[in-house]
């Protein structure tokens, strides 16, 4: 055993031996691993054989990142599935994936096992998802026609393809083409004439009732625009749509990509892993207690000397500060959340994860760690770092503490707030089992308000204001957090000029169009903001009709139509309780003035929180008639939505156990609100 000890521990070979063992764990760990979006992925069947896969996803059984918005379908009777267009209903009975196209009929038309037709409605078809294959020649003419007429007509009766509703009506339902030379004097008496585009076979005459009825159950071809998927799929990946970055993703065994999953690499990879692990397994106990042996009687060596200088420099980033915020090291946070455990996940954003952690001195905290393959992670880190060490205000989050800038990655610590996003409440998982009251929501609008107002006055455009950004505790008080874009604004300038960032939804459109950042920017995110209190809704949302995807434009067209009340969500209670309609109501009107394209017809955010707290005690800045003309004023001002930009970053979204009280004192406290539920 000495000679055997003597052989590992040889300067030459342990290193090797270091080596061997940690590749295999590492390989180990990549094989053992498989992408849940891949497996979600997998293609589907209705139960008709043919399988759907992107850019179609099956509702209930395929995740909606499995293939492009508004593709969904869902599986109809007999096992068909049925892909809703403009409000109709349509049968897939085959899609061509290379060929971008799809042949579909319209359900409607039909009225399952029996003979009969149901109301035929006209065919829409949006421009955004699919257009007719441009070898659609042929249209057919349907119509309901008097039955008596059709039997009384022999050229008329061949066009009879069945009855139309049940077999208690009175009526013939006939199919006929567009060109067909009866069309100028038969059609005449009958009523509710549709077009519908079909494909006729070349080899069988025109007309007839079984051929017209074949060619409307054998439909049409519609033709799609999407992501060629072939790269990912001949890689061995499976296509999806990243809904956050709008736009295609390829889904890995291993891990989520770019374009392709790089087969060759992956491959060698996996056979190299497997060597090593299953060829080398049984001997790794011998190695550890060898290498363990070393280690003990060469306390000089390399390796343990590299080790010892890591100590102290962890040991020295402990006891410094950084802008006047404490220093903590990296294996302290790794351990405090256990690792960095997915389970501690609290929410993924578009600069970093934030993680769950315990500190030893029994703190929770919210651990951000910043992206490895961000560019820019070294600037945002400061910048927040630099944020929030100027401020103190009761609805702003703490900052803790962070990494060194010099360690091996970049951390930020936070006060831990439990009970998780304003956007979780209103339109995410907890909003099902308990949607916010009206004077909850009030609550989280004065206090929002009076945060951004403290920043405003304090030199600070947040330039990222959303309810994934306002969080709240357990006794539902606001905490305005992730300062990494926001930007220090001096006193002496009227705008910043800088590249638009912000979220989809949320962005100025003045700021979008001419590059320049003002405290007016932060006001139209609020208006935004204002507009999910009191609709519960999302600020994007792609099924939404297309002028109304964004909130700020549904919110703009409701209100200049004077059609609050479907603006306003029902479960608030405005029908039962004129209170609270009137404060939704002068709420919606005040959100209006923050969302005018231009920044000058906007209120300052100290106007806006003077009107919050004056509509929360029943009072108005203006006489009702004065408030009616300037919303009448504002109402020929041409508004435009706020295109999409950049990163989603929700920095804490699942509820643990209340969080222990800040350690940050001498709170900023001009704000304060005498709403229930405020928990101030």
């Given at each position: 055993?000495?000679?055997?000890?003597?052989?590992?521990?040889?300067?030459?070979?342990?290193?090797?031996?270091?080596?061997?063992?940690?590749?295999?764990?590492?390989?180990?760990?990549?094989?053992?691993?498989?992408?849940?979006?891949?497996?979600?992925?997998?293609?589907?069947?209705?139960?008709?054989?043919?399988?759907?896969?992107?850019?179609?996803?099956?509702?209930?059984?395929?995740?909606?990142?499995?293939?492009?918005?508004?593709?969904?379908?869902?599986?109809?009777?007999?096992?068909?599935?049925?892909?809703?267009?403009?409000?109709?209903?349509?049968?897939?009975?085959?899609?061509?994936?290379?060929?971008?196209?799809?042949?579909?009929?319209?359900?409607?038309?039909?009225?399952?096992?029996?003979?009969?037709?149901?109301?035929?409605?006209?065919?829409?078809?949006?421009?955004?998802?699919?257009?007719?294959?441009?070898?659609?020649?042929?249209?057919?003419?349907?119509?309901?026609?008097?039955?008596?007429?059709?039997?009384?007509?022999?050229?008329?009766?061949?066009?009879?393809?069945?009855?139309?509703?049940?077999?208690?009506?009175?009526?013939?339902?006939?199919?006929?083409?567009?060109?067909?030379?009866?069309?100028?004097?038969?059609?005449?008496?009958?009523?509710?004439?549709?077009?519908?585009?079909?494909?006729?076979?070349?080899?069988?005459?025109?007309?007839?009732?079984?051929?017209?009825?074949?060619?409307?159950?054998?439909?049409?071809?519609?033709?799609?625009?999407?992501?060629?998927?072939?790269?990912?799929?001949?890689?061995?990946?499976?296509?999806?749509?990243?809904?956050?970055?709008?736009?295609?993703?390829?889904?890995?065994?291993?891990?989520?990509?770019?374009?392709?999953?790089?087969?060759?690499?992956?491959?060698?990879?996996?056979?190299?892993?497997?060597?090593?692990?299953?060829?080398?397994?049984?001997?790794?106990?011998?190695?550890?207690?060898v290498w363990h042996q070393c280690t003990r009687r060469q306390g000089s060596s390399k390796f343990l000397s590299k080790n010892s200088f890591s100590s102290t420099?962890?040991?020295?980033?402990?006891?410094?500060?950084?802008?006047?915020?404490?220093?903590?090291?990296?294996?302290?946070?790794?351990?405090?959340?256990?690792?960095?455990?997915?389970?501690?996940?609290?929410?993924?954003?578009?600069?970093?994860?934030?993680?769950?952690?315990?500190?030893?001195?029994?703190?929770?905290?919210?651990?951000?760690?910043?992206?490895?393959?961000?560019?820019?992670?070294?600037?945002?880190?400061?910048?927040?770092?630099?944020?929030?060490?100027?401020?103190?205000?009761?609805?702003?989050?703490?900052?803790?503490?962070?990494?060194?800038?010099?360690?091996?990655?970049?951390?930020?610590?936070?006060?831990?707030?439990?009970?998780?996003?304003?956007?979780?409440?209103?339109?995410?998982?907890?909003?099902?089992?308990?949607?916010?009251?009206?004077?909850?929501?009030?609550?989280?609008?004065?206090?929002?308000?009076?945060?951004?107002?403290?920043?405003?006055?304090?030199?600070?455009?947040?330039?990222?204001?959303?309810?994934?950004?306002?969080?709240?505790?357990?006794?539902?008080?606001?905490?305005?957090?992730?300062?990494?874009?926001?930007?220090?604004?001096?006193?002496?300038?009227?705008?910043?000029?800088?590249?638009?960032?912000?979220?989809?939804?949320?962005?100025?459109?003045?700021?979008?169009?001419?590059?320049?950042?003002?405290?007016?920017?932060?006001?139209?995110?609020?208006?935004?903001?204002?507009?999910?209190?009191?609709?519960?809704?999302?600020?994007?949302?792609?099924?939404?009709?297309?002028?109304?995807?964004?909130?700020?434009?549904?919110?703009?067209?409701?209100?200049?139509?004077?059609?609050?009340?479907?603006?306003?969500?029902?479960?608030?209670?405005?029908?039962?309780?004129?209170?609270?309609?009137?404060?939704?109501?002068?709420?919606?009107?005040?959100?209006?003035?923050?969302?005018?394209?231009?920044?000058e017809m906007r209120p300052s955010m100290e106007k806006v929180l003077e009107e919050?707290?004056?509509?929360?005690?029943?009072?108005?800045?203006?006489?009702?008639?004065?408030?009616?003309?300037?919303?009448?004023?504002?109402?020929?001002?041409?508004?435009?939505?706020?295109?999409?930009?950049?990163?989603?970053?929700?920095?804490?979204?699942?509820?643990?156990?209340?969080?222990?009280?800040?350690?940050?004192?001498?709170?900023?406290?001009?704000?304060?609100?005498?709403?229930?539920?405020?928990?101030?």
């Amino acid at each position: 055993m000495p000679n055997l000890l003597m052989i590992f521990c040889s300067p030459r070979i342990s290193p090797l031996l270091t080596l061997l063992i940690v590749t295999t764990l590492l390989l180990a760990k990549k094989i053992s691993c498989v992408d849940s979006q891949y497996l979600a992925c997998k293609p589907k069947s209705c139960g008709d054989g043919q399988n759907i896969s992107f850019p179609f996803y099956i509702r209930n059984q395929q995740n909606a990142s499995c293939g492009y918005p508004r593709f969904e379908v869902f599986c109809g009777r007999n096992g068909k599935p049925i892909l809703p267009i403009g409000g109709n209903q349509y049968v897939i009975h085959r899609i061509f994936y290379q060929n971008q196209s799809v042949r579909v009929s319209n359900e409607a038309v039909f009225a399952g096992n029996t003979s009969c037709f149901r109301p035929i409605q006209n065919m829409s078809l949006p421009e955004d998802r699919f257009k007719l294959s441009s070898n659609q020649n042929k249209s057919l003419l349907l119509s309901v026609c008097n039955r008596t007429m059709v039997l009384n007509d022999t050229e008329l009766m061949r066009y009879n393809i069945g009855c139309y509703g049940d077999n208690t009506r009175n009526d013939s339902v006939i199919a006929m083409l567009e060109n067909d030379p009866l069309l100028s004097y038969k059609l005449k008496q009958c009523s509710n004439v549709v077009k519908v585009p079909v494909t006729l076979e070349e080899d069988r005459p025109e007309g007839g009732e079984m051929l017209l009825k074949r060619a409307l159950e054998r439909g049409f071809m519609l033709n799609w625009t999407a992501s060629n998927c072939s790269e990912c799929e001949k890689s061995g990946g499976r296509c999806g749509f990243d809904s956050k970055m709008f736009q295609f993703k390829c889904y890995c065994p291993d891990r989520p990509h770019s374009r392709s999953c790089k087969p060759e690499n992956d491959k060698l990879k996996l056979e190299l892993g497997l060597g090593i692990g299953i060829g080398g397994s049984f001997i790794l106990t011998l190695l550890y207690a060898v290498w363990h042996q070393c280690t003990r009687r060469q306390g000089s060596s390399k390796f343990l000397s590299k080790n010892s200088f890591s100590s102290t420099s962890s040991k020295a980033d402990t006891e410094g500060e950084y802008l006047g915020v404490p220093i903590f090291s990296y294996n302290e946070l790794r351990e405090a959340t256990k690792y960095f455990c997915c389970e501690n996940e609290l929410g993924d954003g578009g600069f970093g994860i934030v993680y769950y952690g315990k500190l030893p001195d029994g703190r929770e905290v919210a651990v951000k760690r910043l992206y490895e393959h961000n560019y820019r992670k070294v600037e945002q880190f400061m910048n927040e770092v630099q944020i929030l060490t100027r401020l103190r205000h009761k609805n702003l989050v703490s900052l803790y503490g962070c990494t060194s800038r010099h360690s091996r990655q970049l951390l930020l610590v936070y006060e831990y707030i439990s009970n998780g996003t304003v956007a979780d409440h209103l339109h995410g998982e907890q909003a099902k089992s308990s949607p916010l009251t009206w004077p909850i929501r009030m609550s989280i609008a004065l206090e929002t308000a009076c945060a951004l107002v403290y920043l405003h006055a304090s030199g600070i455009i947040h330039r990222d204001v959303k309810t994934n950004n306002i969080l709240l505790d357990d006794k539902f008080c606001v905490k305005v957090a992730d300062f990494g874009i926001s930007r220090l604004f001096p006193n002496d300038v009227t705008h910043v000029s800088t590249i638009p960032q912000g979220s989809p939804g949320y962005v100025d459109p003045e700021y979008h169009k001419f590059y320049q950042l003002t405290d007016k920017s932060d006001v139209y995110s609020f208006g935004v903001v204002l507009i999910e209190l009191i609709s519960s809704m999302p600020a994007v949302d792609i099924t939404r009709d297309c002028d109304e995807i964004n909130l700020s434009n549904l919110a703009v067209s409701k209100i200049q139509e004077r059609a609050h009340h479907e603006l306003i969500d029902p479960c608030l209670g405005c029908e039962s309780d004129e209170n609270v309609k009137r404060m939704a109501t002068a709420v919606a009107e005040l959100a209006f003035q923050c969302l005018q394209q231009k920044k000058e017809m906007r209120p300052s955010m100290e106007k806006v929180l003077e009107e919050l707290k004056r509509i929360e005690v029943g009072e108005s800045i203006e006489s009702q008639q004065e408030m009616q003309n300037k919303v009448n004023v504002l109402n020929d001002v041409v508004l435009t939505s706020s295109p999409p930009n950049t990163h989603e970053d929700a920095l804490l979204k699942e509820a643990r156990p209340p969080s222990p009280k800040s350690v940050t004192e001498n709170w900023y406290s001009a704000c304060s609100t005498s709403t229930s539920g405020s928990g101030l």
